[in-house]
Protein backbone atom coordinates (compact mmCIF):
# COMPACT_ATOMS: atom_id res chain seq x y z
CA UNK A 1 0.00 0.00 0.00
CA UNK A 2 1.18 3.05 -1.14
CA UNK A 3 2.49 5.76 2.29
CA UNK A 4 1.04 9.23 1.89
CA UNK A 5 4.02 10.93 2.93
CA UNK A 6 5.65 12.62 -0.17
CA UNK A 7 8.97 10.91 -0.41
CA UNK A 8 11.10 14.51 0.30
CA UNK A 9 13.89 13.00 1.95
CA UNK A 10 16.38 11.20 -0.41
CA UNK A 11 15.61 13.76 -3.44
CA UNK A 12 16.36 16.82 -0.76
CA UNK A 13 19.33 14.83 0.29
CA UNK A 14 20.86 15.31 -3.46
CA UNK A 15 19.00 18.71 -4.03
CA UNK A 16 19.63 20.38 -0.93
CA UNK A 17 23.54 19.77 -1.02
CA UNK A 18 23.48 21.91 -3.61
CA UNK A 19 21.24 24.45 -2.46
CA UNK A 20 23.84 26.97 -1.64
CA UNK A 21 26.54 25.78 -3.83
CA UNK A 22 26.25 28.92 -6.34
CA UNK A 23 25.94 31.70 -3.38
CA UNK A 24 28.85 30.20 -1.27
CA UNK A 25 31.37 30.81 -4.04
CA UNK A 26 29.96 34.53 -4.59
CA UNK A 27 29.07 37.04 -2.14
CA UNK A 28 25.65 38.19 -2.33
CA UNK A 29 25.91 41.69 -3.00
CA UNK A 30 22.47 41.68 -3.42
CA UNK A 31 20.65 38.69 -2.90
CA UNK A 32 21.28 34.79 -2.77
CA UNK A 33 18.77 32.64 -3.57
CA UNK A 34 18.32 28.90 -2.14
CA UNK A 35 16.53 26.38 -4.23
CA UNK A 36 16.20 22.58 -3.82
CA UNK A 37 14.89 19.67 -6.63
CA UNK A 38 11.26 18.92 -6.34
CA UNK A 39 10.53 15.13 -5.26
CA UNK A 40 9.02 12.48 -8.01
CA UNK A 41 8.39 9.69 -5.47
CA UNK A 42 6.19 9.01 -2.45
CA UNK A 43 8.46 7.94 0.54
CA UNK A 44 7.97 4.37 -0.76
CA UNK A 45 8.96 5.01 -3.93
CA UNK A 46 6.09 4.93 -6.05
CA UNK A 47 5.52 7.72 -8.48
CA UNK A 48 3.48 10.99 -7.31
CA UNK A 49 0.63 10.38 -9.01
CA UNK A 50 -0.55 13.47 -10.98
CA UNK A 51 -4.16 14.28 -8.60
CA UNK A 52 -1.66 15.08 -5.73
CA UNK A 53 0.46 17.74 -8.41
CA UNK A 54 1.56 20.54 -7.90
CA UNK A 55 3.44 20.20 -5.01
CA UNK A 56 4.19 23.49 -2.65
CA UNK A 57 6.87 23.61 -0.30
CA UNK A 58 6.91 25.00 3.49
CA UNK A 59 10.80 26.08 4.16
CA UNK A 60 11.94 26.62 7.74
CA UNK A 61 14.99 28.89 8.23
CA UNK A 62 16.41 29.26 11.34
CA UNK A 63 12.91 27.89 13.11
CA UNK A 64 11.09 30.65 11.11
CA UNK A 65 8.38 29.77 8.44
CA UNK A 66 8.66 30.77 5.11
CA UNK A 67 5.71 29.71 2.87
CA UNK A 68 6.24 29.01 -0.43
CA UNK A 69 4.24 28.20 -3.37
CA UNK A 70 4.86 25.95 -6.35
CA UNK A 71 7.96 27.13 -6.75
CA UNK A 72 11.41 25.79 -5.72
CA UNK A 73 13.41 28.48 -5.21
CA UNK A 74 13.18 31.09 -2.34
CA UNK A 75 16.02 34.39 -1.95
CA UNK A 76 17.50 34.09 1.27
CA UNK A 77 16.08 36.16 4.03
CA UNK A 78 17.75 39.36 4.83
CA UNK A 79 19.65 40.13 6.75
CA UNK A 80 21.65 37.00 6.85
CA UNK A 81 24.75 38.46 8.07
CA UNK A 82 28.04 37.85 6.95
CA UNK A 83 29.83 34.96 7.68
CA UNK A 84 27.11 32.95 9.89
CA UNK A 85 25.75 30.09 9.94
CA UNK A 86 21.83 29.52 8.96
CA UNK A 87 19.83 26.19 8.37
CA UNK A 88 17.34 25.24 5.81
CA UNK A 89 14.78 22.26 6.20
CA UNK A 90 12.08 21.90 3.52
CA UNK A 91 8.56 19.63 3.31
CA UNK A 92 6.60 19.41 0.47
CA UNK A 93 2.40 19.03 0.51
CA UNK A 94 0.77 17.66 -2.02
CA UNK A 95 -2.21 19.32 -4.19
CA UNK A 96 -4.39 16.97 -1.87
CA UNK A 97 -3.08 18.57 1.52
CA UNK A 98 -1.11 15.77 2.81
CA UNK A 99 1.98 17.18 4.09
CA UNK A 100 5.41 15.20 3.76
CA UNK A 101 7.99 15.24 6.43
CA UNK A 102 10.78 17.90 6.85
CA UNK A 103 14.05 17.32 4.94
CA UNK A 104 17.00 17.46 7.68
CA UNK A 105 18.72 20.64 8.37
CA UNK A 106 21.49 21.57 5.47
CA UNK A 107 23.56 24.09 6.92
CA UNK A 108 25.09 27.08 5.38
CA UNK A 109 27.48 29.84 6.38
CA UNK A 110 27.06 33.49 4.48
CA UNK A 111 29.83 34.60 3.16
CA UNK A 112 32.15 37.28 4.42
CA UNK A 113 31.32 40.05 1.94
CA UNK A 114 33.18 43.03 0.57
CA UNK A 115 34.96 45.10 2.89
CA UNK A 116 33.54 48.77 2.62
CA UNK A 117 35.27 51.52 1.09
CA UNK A 118 37.97 53.30 3.35
CA UNK A 119 36.36 56.53 5.05
CA UNK A 120 37.54 60.24 5.25
CA UNK A 121 40.36 61.38 2.90
CA UNK A 122 41.36 63.92 0.65
CA UNK A 123 44.08 65.38 -1.67
CA UNK A 124 47.32 66.03 0.06
Not at 1 to 18: I, P, Y
Not at 44 to 53: F, K, P, R
Not at 91 to 114: D, Q
Request: include cysteine.
Amino acid sequence: MRKTNVGVLAVLVVGAMLIFASSAHALCPDSCEMWWTPPTQYSDNTAIESQDLPLSYVAEWDGAALPVTVSTALPVPKPYGHGVSHTLRIKSITARGTEGLFSPPFPWTSPVGIPKSPAGGGVR
